[in-house]
Nanobody, 116 residues
């Protein structure tokens, strides 16, 4: 059974930091490009960052320079280090594959709330 479990969210003040984790099971994690996505109330889910199998990272303009994506293949885990957080970063954060998401891989997500 495939599972991607996100964790590490919380409530922080503007300018604060959080580190999200995405733990995978039931898949050969190392063969997938993994991405972080987020969804705010009333908005569609959007792509935030991705990391290729070889470790090449890419970011949406809204987070570039503030967020860092990484992966640890032996631990089947991807991370998202979020610094200089802004209220507009408030969302539920999810991980999935990229560029094509797999519906069955969506987890519960982890809530990030940034207070002003």
């Amino acid at each position: 059974q495939v599972q991607l479990v996100e964790s590490g969210g919380g409530l922080v003040q503007t300018g604060g930091s959080l580190r999200l984790s995405c733990k995978a099971s039931g898949i050969i994690f190392s063969i997938y490009t993994i991405a972080w996505y987020r969804q705010s109330p009333g908005k569609e889910r959007e792509w935030v960052a991705r990391i290729s199998t070889g470790g090449t990272a890419a970011y949406d303009d809204s987070v570039r320079g503030r967020f860092t994506i990484s992966r640890d293949n032996p631990k089947n885990t991807a991370y998202l280090q979020m610094n200089s957080l802004k209220p507009e970063d408030t969302a539920v954060y999810y991980c999935n594959t990229n560029p094509f998401v797999r519906v069955g891989f969506w987890g519960q997500g982890t809530q990030v709330t940034v207070s002003s």
